[in-house]
């Protein structure tokens, strides 16, 4: 299992996707810009920060912006699309007022994983002309030793972790000289189009968090020309120097699509309405036949996603507190939230026999209906071998066949029974970030739930399942994934969506017998 999901690293951070730790992206050795730049953007949406401020942007032209590939992030991880919600404010040197504000009505990424680094960059185009005036791109790449100015808004200093500290996170643009070092401070491997290397380590002086995507300068004459923008930390393991995109060797890139030559298509949108996301991990709302419309929602997730102590193995956790430090939300198509509703109580949680935890909302299914919410039916048909699945990710809905209904599955000292093999052919995996996505029958109804990989090939490690056969032959092979059942847990529920262990036909792990 995993026991807690790879984090999507959001725009605030170096997206190694999206959105989950927080790598160095903003000023550091810098001090508070003494004149205001009329290209300078703030890209604001989905912020950790209460000022609104999430990533650095540059303004190439009225209606253009450039910004980090990571920094431009919907819920299904689209290249091209139509955002929702993103403004930009564009000249002040304050991220909460001052300049102009327009909307982000398309977004362009050069690609969907931000790799080669040296391409981590997308395009803001903006639904009105702003006045101000842009800053031209230079054509040609610095050499080191070039003197180039770096802006943001972001962190002061490596060691800044509270977003609500204006110390650490100012309102006003901070500027610092430096130079562009030699790659190889911050890079040491071939790309066709390798980034820039700009800072230093003594005295520290780059970007920090929040700082994705803000200009780095040099001078062309009189005025200022936009070199590159912040990707974020190197390979060295050191904080500084970091590194940026080279905008004269994505200039094609970038004239293509402004100009209208060279336009991509938008991205293909999966379907993904009643995706949730349960603390870490996946899940999603389900309801059993037996439910009332005024009993409270269930969210199912794995067991193993749970804040605080995990269930020890053998053990399960009943009507214990939610411990959730924020809202479920409940996605529309599109994976924006439709609605959301607070886990009230932890009703169930094991990790032997299947790998599920249940969370009691503070809303009942009627009041989602009102809110439009898509909530799944649970089966309470065990998977079968052979069995057509869909994985009910946030951002994708890979298909799934169930090769194989393996007797036990045996992990860190937890066991798992009748747990499902997905087809190694399948492009349904338990990948990072994967944990607690439901197993669909169909589009309405949940009939398991993703849960683990065999990550090393070792056998039965934490993160290295292996499979027992009714004879005690036991397999382990890297890449493996599965899921768990689902179906003994509606034996177990009763009115007013608790769990009651002692019911005649319940199953699950804590019941008599099991």
Known sequence: MRIRPFALLLGFSVTAAVAGAVPASAIVGGSEAAQSYSFMVSLQYDSPRPDGHRCGAVLIGSQWAVTAGHCANTPTGATVAVPRGWKVRVGSLDVTTGGEVAEVDKFYRRHDKYDPPGEDLALLHLRTPVNAKPVRMTATTPKPGTAARILGWGATATSCSDFADPGCFPRKLRAADTVVQPLDQCWDDDGSTLP??????????????????????????????????????????????????????????INGIVSGTDVPPDSPVPN??????????????????????????????????????RPAPGKALVDQPANLDRPIPIAD??????????????????????????????????????????????????????????????????????EAVVPHLREGGWQQDNSVRYAASDTCASK????????????????????????????????NPCEVAEDGTVTAVQGRSYGQQVAPISGCLVAGSRVDLSRPGCTLTGAPGH
């Open 272 to 309: 993904v309405e009643g995706t949730a996301k349960v603390g870490d991990c996946q899940g999603a709302v389900i309801r059993p036949d037996t439910a009332s419309p005024e009993d409270p929602a269930l969210a199912l997730t794995n067991g193993h996603c749970i804040k605080g102590d």
């Open 333 to 402: 198509p599109a994976g924006y939230p439709q609605t959301t509703a607070r886990a009230t109580r932890l009703v169930y949680a094991t990790m032997t026999g299947t790998d599920i935890a249940l969370y009691r909302l503070d809303k009942t299914y009627a009041q989602l209906a009102a809110d439009g919410a898509k909530v799944f039916r649970l089966s309470a048909t065990p998977m079968r071998a052979g069995q057509q699945l869909t994985m009910a990710y946030s951002g994708s809905r890979p298909q799934c066949t169930v």
């Open 196 to 253: 820039l290397c700009i800072g230093s380590q003594q005295p520290a002086v780059g970007p920090g968090t929040t700082d994705s995507g803000g200009p780095a300068l040099i001078r062309d004459g009189a005025e200022w020309v936009l070199a590159g923008t912040v990707i974020g930390p190197g390979i060295r393991g050191a904080d500084l120097p970091d590194m940026y995109t080279d905008v004269s060797k994505n200039s094609g890139w």
């Open 432 to 463: 990072p970030g994967y944990s607690g996505s439901a197993l669909l029958s169909d589009e309405n109804t949940v009939a398991g739930i993703n849960n683990t990989s065999n990550r090393d090939g070792k056998q039965c490690t934490e993160g």
